[in-house]
């Protein structure tokens, strides 16, 4: 009690006003029934991932050395010499795998269930920028491991930002910092990877969850419009969660240890390059037309995709038929994007 | 129906806390894990031979004989039938001791320290003994153990 | 599933599996996919050196090499093998130093600190100057500069030095590493033991050892230390493993001739008397090989492998006996002669003549084939003791008796014009039932001796018998043998080549050997082409 008093004279908040706002926000916070469901658990996996990200990236700055001597040789240190590097690598490089799979598989949830739309067009938007900032960060820390397939995946994807129009070479030059991928480019992928991006995610998060508390969670048709509260249901559900997320990354680090690769070598390419699994289906898109077509075509996807909340209703006066097509043109994202997926996957 | 529900009280009692230990222990294990990779380990010290003289060196000329492990000065001093072998870095502050064969005697110009023919103190400031390395005998060659260490960047 | 206390259960549950989850973590180890090079201290002698050396570009990547040996970690640097005194051989200052250096560290500055080794070498046969004491005067048939760097570059192993030391370490410990794996590479023996005169590394890479070797070995960590009391650590031998290296109860030696038996590389084989006094008798030196044998294989099969080799040995004697029998002869009926300058001669009809064909033929019979024959023998390499040995071994002696026939010897010619096939054995026999493979059924019913001379047997026992009281073979040996005699109808196989299961497996294949042939016949041999020769019918 007395050092209660102690800090409340020196930090003077409204203690009682604070427990109130706590018990309002957190511990009260109204959730609808259907969430007990665990299929709707999708949207917080990737914020807890997200967490992990934060914590074992920052470990892993304790020894990554981002310069093309080092950056190769000190991954190597920390998977093969440091105590439980393996581990804490596995950790951010699984965690970077589930984080986009469980932001597809959230989207694709709240594609279906229509929760994008009005009043929540803005979340949907902020959502999708989100995903694809999550694209860029996996993109840049793979980069960081400046092995051959990172580095020429690196090479080849920072390529493509070329064919942006007007500012595609002022873009290209500057996350390379250089006309080819140097010294400058791994610092300043690291920046971007490690400061950068994370501050800008962290808060499209921290808007995306509160224009979520303020509109409430939408709530799916065929469930009553019931709630509970956070504590303790909630709460422990985000617990389980966790720990279930934790025990996976470690048993998939323990079971398929992330490698090391080769070193880097800018005079040799690899004969079969790939990138990671999440840009195989554009990858795929990308050898089959064109690069310009391939773009642009992507390009107008990805806006057409952002600002669905939007379209949608033009498409439409009636609700049952914006349904139609939303789900039409759902399900044929989803089977051309695994279609690519797999297609890349086999094929050498 | 008191008695049935302290039962259950206590069943309930017993679940929640090996629920929660459970809980505990796997963040304990976790921040272990994380605490670990912080702490680089410590490796236990090594050692390989490094030879410094051959015992005929000594046969008419008994004085101490310098050689350098590295950048280090070493003393090769050989008394009755063994061999002492120390590091020639003044125990007071880090300078270079040197022999006076006419003085018997270690001196270091730095502060006048003084040490003996075996590396002990014997005037001046400083604090102990010359250090000493451990010394193998192998076939009338002398050998020091002489830690490992390895080009590296992490060593 | 809803209820809070499910969800108690779950946290409980989860909270367990993370726990073996991370302990699971802590307890794997990673493999290492690289290490590091032990940190070395370089003297400030040698750093003087390395200096120069460098900023001169002089030989650097012997410097190189020497970072990476076992010296540069132990303290051993330039001026610790390179240390000369000014009247020394070999002393000179180096260019823009005052530092006297010796150019050629012999085997007495390796003996410094490794005085077991080079003294062991110098009771080698690798030290031996037998090429100089009866030697064949090289210059008469190779000019002296092929020479150079043909004879005197492999035999610098045994050059004794204006010090008097003799040998050169780093014919096989390769400066400056010194690496033991390079010494070990069957190929460092190779470097000289190859070749039509003694094909010791190709008779390795046909042996089995060999072929395991090469197939398996790229892994392998050949910088192992070898010590007495400890298991070879190696699946299959290399050179060293059986001549010099240590196992369960032998030490590693630097003499390789401690465990041969036979002078199998001279003229005639015979039991070996290198320094008896310390090394033994010959018996006591195949112990020593038996040892090593037994660190892999059962007595049984490598006493009589090695009993069938010391025969191989014993028969070449008699092969050999002829060939000096017929050069003396001829010779001494004027038919050869000798090279010969003020009184010296420069030939030897039973050694090294070259000038006629009998004398030729005869150096091949023992230089080349000879002894392809006998190490092939002992070395498991098959094709070495048949088709590069006796078969060409055999065809020479024929051809001198067919030169003896031809140039009047009345003896010769009544061999060379017989029709009785013991015309090719012109000389006695040693033999054992069956051999060290396993116990053939059919291969013994053919040969010609073993159906024309019922006295057959009774002829090998007396010569191996000879051969045995002459100390040549030893008790053990004896007995092997007298085993093999007494049950050679078993070990021949004799016993079973009549009987029914193996004749059905051998009709097999005769019936197929006869539909081969007559097929071979009906496509090819019955052809006759419409087509004349075009020879025929050529006016000359």
């Keep these: 009690m007395k050092f209660k008093e102690w800090l409340l004279e020196r930090f003077p908040i409204d203690y009682e006003k604070f427990v109130e706002f706590n018990e309002k926000i957190f511990i009260k916070e109204p959730i609808p029934t259907h969430m007990k ?30 310069s093309p001597e080092m950056a190769y040789e000190s991954i ?115 920046t971007l990877h490690v400061m950068i991006l994370p501050g800008i995610i962290f808060f499209f998060i921290f808007l995306h969850i509160v224009i979520l508390r303020l509109h409430g969670v939408s709530i799916p048709e065929g469930f009553e419009e019931k709630y509970y509260s956070f504590y303790p249901h909630h709460f422990y559900k985000i617990i389980i969660a966790t720990l279930f997320l934790l025990t996976l990354m470690s048993t998939l680090t323990v079971v398929l240890p992330p490698g090391i690769g080769i070193p880097a070598d800018p005079s040799v390419t690899p004969t079969h390059i790939k990138p990671e699994w999440y840009f195989f289906p554009t990858y795929r898109f990308l050898k089959m037309v064109s690069l310009h077509v391939g773009i642009y075509a992507t390009a107008a996807f990805v806006l057409v995709f952002t600002f669905w909340p939007f379209i949608e209703p033009l498409l439409s006066k009636e609700k049952r038929k914006q349904t139609i097509f939303s789900r039409t043109a759902g399900v044929l994202t989803l089977i051309i994007t695994l279609i690519l997926t797999i297609w890349e996957t086999i094929v050498i | 129906m008191a008695e049935e529900d302290k039962k259950v009280n206590r069943r309930e009692f017993f679940f929640k806390t090996g629920v929660f230990t459970a809980l505990g222990l796997a963040i304990l294990a976790f921040f272990r894990n994380l605490l670990l990779y912080i702490f680089p380990e410590r490796k236990e010290k090594t050692f390989h031979k490094y030879l410094v003289a051959h015992e005929k060196e000594f046969k008419k000329d008994k004085r101490p004989k310098q050689i350098n492990i590295g950048k280090t000065p070493v003393f090769v001093v050989p008394y009755d039938d063994h061999y002492k072998v120390m590091s020639g870095i003044c125990t007071h502050l880090g300078c270079i001791v040197k022999w006076e064969q006419d003085k018997d005697r270690f001196f270091c110009p730095c502060h006048k320290g003084e040490f003996d023919r075996m590396g002990n103190v014997i005037g001046g400031p400083p604090p102990r003994p010359l250090d000493e390395f451990k010394v193998v005998v192998e076939n009338h060659k002398v050998y020091v153990y002489v830690e490992d260490k390895v080009r590296s960047p992490w060593a | 599933m809803d209820t809070v206390k499910a969800q108690q259960w ?85 260019t823009g130093s005052d530092i006297l250096i010796g150019r050629h560290p012999t085997p007495k500055d390796c003996a410094k600190c490794h005085e077991q080794q080079v003294a062991e070498f110098a009771d080698s046969k690798h030290a031996h100057q037998f090429w100089l004491l009866k030697n064949a005067d090289r210059a008469v048939f190779e000019n002296p500069i092929a020479t150079r760097h043909g004879c005197e570059q492999c035999h610098n192993i045994g050059n004794i030095w204006p010090d008097g030391s003799v040998g050169e370490c780093d014919v096989c410990h390769a400066k400056h590493s010194f690496s033991k794996s390079v010494a070990r590479q069957p190929e460092t023996c190779g470097e000289c033991h190859m070749g039509p005169d003694h094909p010791q590394i190709e008779i390795y890479l046909e042996s089995k050892h060999g072929n395991i070797f090469k197939a398996k070995s790229a892994h392998w960590d050949m910088n192992y230390t070898s010590k007495q009391g400890e298991p070879i650590p190696l699946e299959v031998p290399v050179c060293t493993t059986c001549h010099m290296e240590a196992n369960e109860t032998q030490p590693l030696t630097h003499n390789v001739s401690a465990r041969l038996a036979w002078e199998s590389q001279m003229t005639w ?18 112990e020593r090989m038996e040892a090593i044998c ?56 039973v050694l090294n003549g070259w000038d006629e064909d009998p004398e030729h033929l005869m150096y ?77 059924t059919k291969t013994n019913t053919t040969p010609f001796v073993y159906n024309n001379y019922p006295d057959y047997w009774d ?7 000879a051969a045995y009281q002459r100390g040549l073979l030893s008790d053990e040996q004896w007995q092997i043998w007298l085993d093999r005699y007494e049950n ?44 004349k020769s075009f020879f025929k019918g050529r006016k000359f």
Excluded at chain 3, 324 to 338: A, C, D, E, F
């Design chain 3, 488 to 531: 050679k109808e078993y070990y021949l196989g004799n016993k079973f080549s009549n009987s029914p299961v193996v004749d059905s497996t051998f009709n097999v294949y005769k019936k197929r050997n006869e539909y081969d042939l007559k097929k071979m016949k009906e496509q090819v041999i019955d052809l006759v082409l419409p087509g």
């Design chain 3, 10 to 94: 779950l946290i409980g549950i989860f909270s367990i599996l993370l726990i073996v989850a991370l302990i699971i973590v802590a307890g794997v180890e990673m493999k290492k996919s690289r290490s590091f090079k032990p940190e070395i201290e370089i003297d400030d002698m040698s750093a003087k050196c390395i200096t120069c050396h460098e900023k001169k570009g002089i030989a650097v990547k012997q410097i190189d090499a020497w970072k990476e040996s076992k010296h540069a970690v132990s303290g051993t640097g330039c001026y610790e093998c390179h240390e000369a005194a000014k009247d020394d051989f070999d002393a000179f200052t180096c």
């Design chain 1, 76 to 190: 190597r240190h920390i998977t093969e010499d440091v105590r439980m590097g393996y581990w804490i690598r596995g950790l951010h490089r699984w965690g970077a795998n589930l984080m986009i799979i469980s932001l597809l598989l959230h989207m694709t949830r709240v594609f279906f269930t229509h929760a994008y739309r009005k009043p929540r067009e803005l979340n949907w938007i902020i959502g999708v920028i989100l995903f694809f900032l999550t694209m860029t960060i996996s993109f840049t820390g793979y980069s960081l491991t400046y092995n051959q397939l990172s580095y020429w995946a690196t090479t080849v994807g920072t390529n493509m930002i070329k064919e942006v129009p007007l500012i595609g070479d002022l873009m290209l030059f500057f996350l390379r910092g250089g006309d080819v991928v140097n010294t400058n480019t791994l610092t300043r992928f690291y």
């Design chain 3, 294 to 349: 037994s660190s892999c294989h059962a007595p049984d099969f490598y006493k009589t492998y090695l009993l069938t080799a010391d025969l191989v040995n014993l028969q070449y004697n008699e092969i050999r006996r002829q060939f000096v029998y017929w050069t003396k002869k001829l010779t001494k009926n004027g038919k050869i002669s000798r090279l010969e300058v003020n009184g010296k001669f420069y030939s030897d009809p």
């Design chain 1, 37 to 66: 469901k665990w299929l709707f658990v999708m949207g917080a996996t990737p914020l807890i991932i997200f967490g992990f990200q934060v914590l074992t990236g920052l470990f892993l700055t304790f020894y990554f050395m981002p």
């Design chain 3, 459 to 465: 002829r090998v026992y007396k010569n191996v018998e």
């Design chain 3, 269 to 286: 084989s015979f039991r070996t008397v290198w320094n008896e006094e310390e090394l033994g008798n010959w018996q006591k030196k195949r």
């Design chain 3, 364 to 440: 091949y019979g023992w230089h080349h084939e000879g002894r392809r024959f006998r190490m092939g023998a002992e070395m498991m390499g098959a094709d070495f003791t048949q088709w590069h040995g006796i078969w060409e071994v055999q065809e020479d002696l024929m051809e001198v008796i067919k030169w003896a026939a031809e140039h009047g010897d009345t003896e010769a010619k009544k061999i060379a014009e017989s029709k009785h096939p013991a015309k090719f054995i012109t000389y006695a026999l040693y033999d054992m039932p069956g051999n060290a493979w396993g116990i053939p």
